[in-house]
């Protein structure tokens, strides 16, 4: 009984050895297997890590593509806004051209108009133009006679040319002498007529100064000096305030310049003319000048009026 019963434990042994052993193949076949699928997931894995990397690679390229789709859609949103205004300017230059048309178009009725005017003006000068031809003989003739009579009234006007320049002469000899008188009358006064006003005597007293050796300069009528103050009168037949603007700003401004012995000397000045209107002797006085003019009596004296100060110049 023992001995059958070690044959039976060792035949389990033997059965659970071989299935052992059947279970050890099948797990071989199996390993075996798996090792396969797993070389499969690794070349798989590399492919998909590949594609993974494609696709980084690409989802780069594709932000890059983005960014620049961003900066263009910028772009063509700045781009429509000008357009915009583009067209809004556009549709305002069309209305204008739209007016600027219809203004056209009434001009050019007008002159339609105006045209036909023409047109019926043409006709009446071609009406015209026979009676213009007669005319035109008379207007010969006529034109005949004019030249003659324009002969006989050149010769005429020459004639009247020589007698004014004759008289014209005359005139400016008159003027000469006229001014010569205005100056001796009140070169022969001034030392009486100032020395009272200067409360000095006239040391000197010069008609028609003018710098030595100038000859581009004019002259100056009458200067009277007293060794501390120097008068410059200017005489014309009939004072006018041109005449006055005139010495004040070109003439007296000058002096000291032509004349340095004068150049420590207080500078006074007076403008004397046989007429002398009130308006004008006012606006000499108002300038700081002494005005002179003749007496009934063929004298001289000043006009001035009392408490009138001079006016010193440079």
Do not use: C, W
């Not at 004298?299 to 010193?312: D, I, M, S």
Request: zero cysteines; a neutral charge; hydrophobic letters at 35%.
């Amino acid at each position: 009984m023992n001995e059958i019963g070690e044959i039976s434990r060792l035949d389990r042994i033997e059965q659970s050895i071989e299935s052992l052993v059947e279970a050890q193949r099948a797990f071989l076949e199996s390993q075996k297997g798996q090792s396969a699928q797993i070389a499969e997931l690794r070349e798989a894995q590399k492919k998909t890590d590949e594609q993974i990397n494609r696709t980084d690679a690409k989802m780069a390229e594709l932000r890059d593509a983005q960014l620049k789709t961003d900066a263009q859609i910028a772009e063509l949103r700045a781009a429509q806004k000008i357009t915009g205004e583009q067209i809004a300017e556009l549709r305002e230059a069309q209305k204008k051209t739209d007016e600027q048309m219809n203004r056209t178009d009434a001009k050019m009725a007008e002159l339609r108009d105006a045209q036909l005017k023409t047109d019926a003006q043409i006709a009446e000068l071609r009406a015209a133009q026979k009676i213009t031809g007669e005319q035109i003989a008379e207007l010969r003739e006529a034109q005949k006679k004019t030249e003659e009579l324009m002969d006989r009234t050149e010769a005429q006007m020459r004639r009247t040319d020589e007698k004014l320049a004759r008289v014209a002469q005359q005139l400016g000899e008159m003027g000469l002498v006229q001014g010569e008188v205005a100056e001796d009358l009140f070169y022969r006064n001034v030392s009486h007529l100032f020395r009272p006003l200067l409360k000095a005597p006239l040391g000197s007293v010069h008609r028609n100064l003018r710098p030595q050796g100038r000859r581009d300069v004019g002259e100056y009528d009458i200067v009277a000096d007293t060794g501390r103050r120097v008068l410059v009168i200017e005489v014309k037949n009939k004072l006018s305030t041109k005449y006055v603007d005139d010495f004040l700003r070109r003439k007296l401004p000058r002096f000291k310049d032509l004349f340095p012995e004068y150049a420590d000397r207080d500078l006074l000045a007076g403008v004397g003319a046989l007429v002398v209107k009130d308006e004008v002797g006012r606006y000499a006085e108002d300038a700081g000048l002494y005005v002179m003019t003749q007496t009934t009596d063929g004298g001289a004296t000043l006009l001035n009026r009392k408490g009138f100060k001079p006016k010193v110049f440079r």
